[in-house]
C-alpha cells in the first residue's frame, strides 16, 4: 500500500507521532535482561574481538553527525573507550589514519547519503573495519559495511528527520552496552540501563502528548529573525540538533552553542530580540547552566528552558518544558523530541512546506 500521510497534516507530523512504536521496534528482541546486555549479532563481532577495541569513530552527516555525537558519548560512559563523532562529509578529505583496532560506525538513515558512504569505502580501503547503523534494508551504506543494526524505524519520507534519529540513538545504546558488558560495564549497570530503555517509548509518548503546550511556545519563537539553542556536555549534541531542525524547517538563524562558551562571545548577541533554547537536565552540571541562565535574563533575552522536575531556576523568568526524568545517559534522547515540536509549530506557523523546505533533498546522493 502506498506510505501516505493519513490522517496527519504532514509526514514530519507523522513521524513524530510514530516515535514510541519506532523505539519498541529497534529495541525489540535485542535487550537480554538476565546477563544486562544486548544482542547484536549482525555486527559479526565476538567477545574477543570486542575486547580488542581501542577506539570508536563514528562517521555520519547532518542530524546523524549529532546523534553520533550522542552515541560516542554513550559509548564513552558505557562501555569506558574513547569515542568521538566525525561529519562524514569531511572525513576523508584530511586523509585520516586508519587504525586496526578502531571500530568505525557509520549512521545513516537512508544508507544513500554519499559523503557517508565515500567515508566507509575510505575506512575499508585502508583496512578498517566498519559497522553501519542503518534505517534502509539493503541501502548502498548497508551493503559497504562489514556488519550493522537495522534502525526499524520504518519508511521517512520528510525531509527533516525524526524517529530515525531517535532509533540512531537506542541503536547506539545498544552498541554501547553489547560493548561495555565484555569489558567494565557492570551486570547491575547494565541492567538499570535496560530498565531505561524500556520505559522510553512511554515517556516519548508523554512528550508527544503535551503538543499543544510546546506548539504555544513555539508560537512566540517563530518572530525571532535569530536564536540560540544551548547545552552542555551530554546536552551540546542536543543543542544542535534542535538548532539544526528549526533552521531546516522555519529558515530561521538558529546557532548551537556549548551553554558554558557563551561568556566567551556570543553572550554580546543576546537581546530581547533573540531567544535562547537552553538545555538543562537534572545533572551535575544543572547548577552551572542555571547559572549561565542569568547571564542572558541579565540581557533580557528570551528563554525556553527543556529540563527536568526538580531543576531550580531561581529568579530565571523562563518558559520550562519539562520531560520525564531516565537514567541520566538516556536524557538526550528525550529531551531532543520537544525541540523537534519547537521546530515544527515554528515551521508550520510561518506557513512553511514542512516536509519539502526549500533546497534541501531528503538524501544527498550526489557529491
Ligand atoms: C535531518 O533532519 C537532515 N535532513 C539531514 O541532516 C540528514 O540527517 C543527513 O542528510 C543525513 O542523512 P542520512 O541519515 O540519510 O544519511
Redesign the pocket.
Known amino acids: 500500500a502506498a506510505y501516505e500521510t493519513g490522517d496527519h497534516a504532514s509526514f514530519m507530523r507523522k513521524e513524530m507521532l510514530e516515535q514510541p512504536e519506532a523505539a519498541q521496534r529497534v529495541l525489540r528482541g535485542r535487550l537480554d535482561e538476565r546477563f544486562g546486555t544486548a544482542h547484536l549479532g549482525g555486527l559479526n563481532l565476538d567477545a574477543r574481538e570486542t575486547r580488542a577495541i581501542k577506539r570508536v569513530k563514528i562517521l ?5 553527525y549529532y546523534v553520533g555525537q550522542m552515541g560516542a558519548a554513550l559509548i564513552e560512559e558505557l562501555a569506558r573507550i574513547p569515542a568521538d563523532a566525525e561529519a562524514a562529509s569531511e572525513f576523508r578529505y584530511r586523509n585520516p589514519i586508519i587504525e586496526p583496532d578502531t571500530l568505525y560506525v557509520a549512521v ?3 544508507g544513500e ?1 554519499i559523503d ?1 558512504l565515500l567515508a566507509v569505502q575510505e575506512v575499508r580501503r585502508k583496512g578498517g573495519r566498519v559497522v553501519g547503523l542503518v534505517n534502509v534494508v539493503g541501502s548502498a551504506i548497508a551493503r559497504e559495511c562489514d556488519g550493522g543494526i537495522y534502525l526499524h524505524a520504518g519508511p521517512e519520507v520528510a ?3 525524526t524517529k ?1 534519529l531517535t532509533t540512531m540513538f537506542l541503536g547506539f545504546a545498544l552498541l554501547a552496552l553489547q560493548l561495555g558488558r565484555v569489558r567494565d560495564l557492570s551486570i547491575a549497570d547494565g541492567r538499570r540501563l535496560i530498565a531505561g530503555l524500556e520505559r522510553l517509548p512511554a515517556q516519548i509518548q508523554e512528550i508527544l502528548d503535551r503538543e499543544d503546550e510546546i506548539a504555544e511556545l513555539a508560537g512566540r519563537l517563530a518572530d525571532a529573525e535569530s536564536l540560540f539553542f544551548v547545552g552542555r556536555v551530554r546536552g551540546f549534541p542536543v543543542a544542535r540538533e534542535g538548532a ?2 528549526f533552521k ?1 524547517i522555519s529558515y530561521r538563524h538558529a546557532e548551537a552553542y556549548q551553554t558554558s562558551e557563551l561568556k566567551h562571545g556570543p553572550l554580546a548577541l543576546i537581546s530581547p530580540d533573540v531567544p535562547t533554547v537552553a538545555i538543562v537536565p537534572a545533572d551535575e552540571l544543572a547548577d552551572r547552566n542555571v547559572g549561565a541562565l542569568h547571564e542572558i535574563a541579565a540581557r533580557r533575552g528570551p528563554l525556553v528552558v527543556v529540563t527536568h522536575d526538580g531543576v531550580d531556576l531561581g529568579e530565571v523568568a523562563a518558559a520550562r518544558i519539562v520531560v520525564p526524568r531516565n537514567e541520566r545517559e538516556l536524557d538526550p534522547v528525550l529531551m531532543t523530541i520537544p525541540l523537534q515540536l519547537l521546530a515544527y509549530h515554528a515551521a508550520l506557523r510561518l506557513g512553511h512546506d514542512i516536509d519539502k523546505p526549500r533546497n ?1 533533498a531528503k ?2 546522493t550526489v557529491e
Open positions: 555520519g552527516c547532518g542530524s546523524a545513516s538513515q537512508s547519503t557517508t525531509v527533516a528527520s530515525a539544526q531542525k531546516e534541501l538524501s544527498v
